[in-house]
């Protein structure tokens, strides 16, 4: 969840450009393709086949654990739960998740727990409970207490993902559209490079990150809440997780809310494509909105359209100056700004400044959209939440491809999201994991009862007709519209508010497909 979007969650998007790869765990050694990797870490994991069979190795095997709660603040209180890391290992090592309640403000009107989550993958979802004044209806601050979790390998969670401090040279020094084979090699090694940092710094927890564990978690800390049955409110790829626990876990299902749901059993390639035309779609809307108002500071006398493509052009040949002792302005970066801005269009009129400021030589203002999506701090340091964001995705997906393989997609790419997806090299970003040993399950959400789905028109992150993917992917899904350019649509307007106080409250879902 982008915490700067209000309650608008995040995906993050992989480009060309932000190709990086994690791989192994603390004895996996990062290898070239051409070899065989050597995974003894998880050389007493069940087969696959039983993983996407059951959907789960059973939680029941371990004792219930506890979380002792100390006061954080006024209606607050926080603790640490103890999980297994690896759940196929009944005597594995544990990692201790960080968990926040924002206790019912009405206890004669508590009804339970309400478990979280913004999204990602790869946010802390701690803020979710510490900020849950600002983001939830008072009949649902009533109703529940409402328990905030840091993922494991996220946030205050210990051990937290760590690959590197050097984001700038990661993520910004790359050419989107490399012109030698020099170029297109330094692309692979920047790759692999930070898939070692990765597993040197972290690799005990990563091959262990995936979404079922995560799904796994939650009932742990369901149990330790007392709950036989609990309800759940995921953004984003939050869907996506609130999706896979209902799967595993139905019969604890009391209610779920999941808002700003993406496609959960597209593959790998067309999960891509869906996000960027979405992507692709709202910067086609800004520009043509841009055109229409004489107003907007990116205006170029009715054709920004033109003027940006224009600027990308030139910025792919001459990056332009930015902050002191910061990388130049790249195509690449300024995708990435364009990208952020794209998750509501309260952004739109900082990006068209920041793109007219580009088109007179300073990249400032991209550069600070950029630093936004990344969640760069005014003191230079970043969160995890892209490294745990990148090695997530791997831990989830049964695909690996070689180099050759995923620049073959490119023409793909190209073809499907021209403005955003200019570049000439694949996504590399699992290139050097080995297998999965635990892939995200197939979604039904059998046996859950009625589960709410929320999708909003403009959706650039999770498009609309993903969300309706989501719908019908599970047994009992009931959908939401709202009418609006941003990414997810609780607290947009009272239809929708009410809806959802109405499903968690009192479990009345809609009948139908409801227009908000």
Same mark, same amino acid.
């Given at each position: 969840?982008?915490?700067?979007?209000?309650?608008?969650?995040?995906?993050?998007?992989?480009? @060309?450009?932000?190709?990086?790869?994690?791989?192994?765990?603390?004895?996996?050694?990062?290898?070239?393709?051409?070899?065989?990797?050597?995974?003894?870490?998880?050389?007493?994991?069940?087969?696959?086949?039983?993983?996407?069979?059951?959907?789960?190795?059973?939680?029941?095997?371990?004792?219930?654990?506890?979380?002792?709660?100390?006061?954080?603040?006024?209606?607050?209180?926080?603790?640490?739960?103890?999980?297994?890391?690896?759940?196929?290992?009944?005597?594995?090592?544990?990692?201790?998740?960080?968990?926040?309640?924002?206790?019912?403000?009405?206890?004669?009107?508590?009804?339970?727990?309400?478990?979280?989550?913004?999204? @990602?993958?790869?946010?802390?979802?701690?803020?979710?409970?510490?900020?849950?004044?600002? %983001?939830?209806?008072?009949?649902?601050?009533?109703?529940?207490?409402?328990?905030?979790?840091?993922?494991?390998?996220?946030?205050?969670?210990?051990?937290?993902?760590?690959?590197?401090?050097?984001?700038?040279?990661?993520?910004?020094?790359?050419?989107?559209?490399?012109?030698?084979?020099?170029?297109?090699?330094?692309?692979?090694?920047?790759?692999?490079?930070?898939?070692?940092?990765?597993?040197?710094?972290?690799?005990?927890?990563?091959?262990?990150?995936?979404?079922?564990?995560?799904?796994?978690?939650?009932?742990?800390?369901?149990?330790?809440?007392?709950?036989?049955?609990?309800?759940?409110?995921?953004?984003?790829?939050?869907?996506?997780?609130?999706?896979?626990?209902?799967?595993?876990?139905?019969?604890?299902?009391?209610?779920?809310?999941?808002?700003?749901?993406?496609?959960?059993?597209?593959?790998?390639?067309?999960?891509?494509?869906?996000?960027?035309?979405?992507?692709?779609?709202?910067?086609?809307?800004?520009?043509?909105?841009?055109?229409?108002?004489?107003?907007?500071?990116?205006?170029?006398?009715?054709?920004?359209? =033109?003027?940006?493509?224009?600027?990308?052009?030139?910025?792919?040949?001459?990056?332009?100056?930015?902050?002191?002792?910061?990388?130049?302005?790249?195509?690449?970066?300024?995708?990435?700004?364009?990208?952020?801005?794209?998750?509501?269009?309260?952004?739109?009129?900082?990006?068209?400044?920041?793109?007219?400021?580009?088109?007179?030589?300073?990249?400032?203002?991209?550069?600070?959209?950029?630093?936004?999506?990344?969640?760069?701090?005014?003191?230079?340091?970043?969160?995890?939440?892209?490294?745990?964001?990148?090695?997530?995705?791997?831990?989830?997906?049964?695909?690996?491809?070689? %180099?050759?393989?995923?620049?073959?997609?490119?023409?793909?790419?190209?073809?499907?999201?021209?403005?955003?997806?200019?570049?000439?090299? @694949?996504?590399?970003?699992?290139?050097?994991?080995?297998?999965?040993?635990?892939?995200?399950?197939?979604?039904?959400?059998?046996?859950?009862?009625?589960?709410?789905?929320? =999708?909003?028109?403009?959706?650039?992150?999770?498009?609309?007709?993903?969300?309706?993917?989501?719908?019908?992917?599970?047994?009992?899904?009931?959908?939401?519209?709202?009418?609006?350019?941003?990414?997810?649509?609780?607290?947009?307007?009272?239809?929708?508010?009410?809806?959802?106080?109405?499903?968690?409250?009192?479990?009345?879902?809609?009948? @139908?497909?409801?227009?908000?």
């Amino acid at each position: 969840m982008k915490r700067s979007l209000s309650p608008a969650a995040a995906i993050f998007l992989t480009f @060309g450009f932000a190709a990086t790869a994690c791989s192994g765990g603390s004895n996996i050694e990062v290898v070239s393709q051409d070899t065989a990797v050597s995974n003894t870490a998880t050389s007493d994991a069940p087969d696959n086949s039983v993983v996407q069979s059951n959907g789960m190795y059973s939680t029941a095997d371990f004792a219930t654990p506890t979380i002792s709660w100390d006061s954080c603040g006024d209606g607050l209180e926080c603790g640490y739960i103890d999980v297994p890391i690896n759940y196929s290992d009944v005597k594995s090592k544990t990692t201790s998740l960080y968990v926040v309640k924002h206790a019912a403000t009405d206890a004669t009107a508590r009804i339970g727990s309400l478990l979280v989550n913004p999204g @990602g993958p790869g946010f802390g979802g701690s803020f979710l409970a510490e900020s849950a004044d600002n %983001i939830y209806s008072q009949a649902i601050l009533s109703s529940f207490d409402i328990i905030g979790w840091d993922p494991r390998g996220t946030g205050q969670s210990i051990p937290a993902i760590d690959c590197t401090d050097d984001y700038d040279h990661f993520f910004a020094s790359g050419d989107i559209t490399p012109d030698t084979p020099q170029e297109r090699a330094d692309s692979v090694a920047s790759s692999e490079e930070f898939t070692k940092d990765c597993f040197d710094k972290s690799g005990d927890i990563l091959p262990y990150a995936g979404t079922n564990n995560v799904a796994r978690d939650m009932d742990m800390i369901r149990r330790a809440l007392g709950e036989d049955k609990i309800s759940y409110f995921g953004f984003s790829y939050g869907s996506e997780l609130g999706a896979t626990w209902t799967t595993m876990f139905p019969d604890t299902v009391r209610a779920a809310v999941l808002d700003g749901a993406s496609d959960p059993n597209a593959d790998e390639l067309l999960s891509v494509l869906q996000q960027n035309k979405g992507f692709e779609d709202s910067i086609a809307t800004f520009l043509a909105k841009c055109s229409d108002d004489s107003t907007c500071a990116f205006y170029n006398g009715g054709n920004a359209e =033109g003027a940006f493509d224009d600027l990308m052009a030139q910025l792919d040949e001459n990056p332009i100056a930015t902050s002191s002792g910061r990388p130049d302005l790249t195509r690449g970066m300024a995708l990435t700004a364009v990208s952020e801005a794209m998750y509501s269009d309260s952004y739109w009129s900082t990006l068209e400044s920041a793109l007219a400021s580009a088109q007179d030589g300073d990249g400032t203002g991209l550069l600070a959209l950029y630093d936004e999506y990344f969640q760069r701090q005014p003191d230079g340091t970043y969160g995890n939440e892209l490294e745990a964001f990148l090695n997530i995705l791997c831990a989830d997906s049964p695909e690996r491809k070689t %180099i050759e393989e995923a620049d073959a997609l490119v023409p793909q790419y190209q073809a499907n999201a021209p403005r955003l997806s200019p570049g000439t090299t @694949g996504d590399y970003t699992c290139v050097f994991w080995p297998k999965a040993i635990d892939p995200r399950i197939k979604i039904t959400g059998a046996g859950a009862g009625p589960i709410v789905v929320i =999708g909003t028109t403009g959706d650039p992150a999770t498009p609309l007709d993903s969300t309706r993917n989501m719908v019908k992917a599970l047994e009992e899904g009931r959908l939401i519209v709202v009418t609006a350019d941003q990414h997810t649509g609780y607290g947009l307007n009272s239809c929708v508010n009410d809806a959802v106080d109405s499903y968690l409250i009192d479990l009345q879902a809609p009948d @139908g497909e409801l227009d908000c």
